[in-house]
């Protein structure tokens, strides 16, 4: 995982696409919910699975 996204560009990414999202995203869905919606944008931006890229988010600390 850590070849396919390296984890300065992977965490470069994830805060890009969090801090495009608006306020209300984070009160109206569950820190699960938020987790799994950037995991997805995540993977199809790496090409990777949706599985992959749940890991690698926790992996570098992320938490739902």
Partial sequence: AAI???KNTFLR????IVS???D???YSHS????LSF???ELATI???SLQAAKIRLLELGYEA
């Fill in 38 to 40: 950037l995991a997805m």
């Fill in 31 to 34: 820190g699960t919910e938020c």
């Fill in 13 to 16: 990414k994830a805060s890009e």
């Fill in 46 to 48: 790496f090409e990777v």
């Fill in 24 to 26: 209300g995203v984070f």
């Fill in 20 to 22: 495009d999202w608006d």
């Fill in 4 to 6: 396919l996204m390296p």
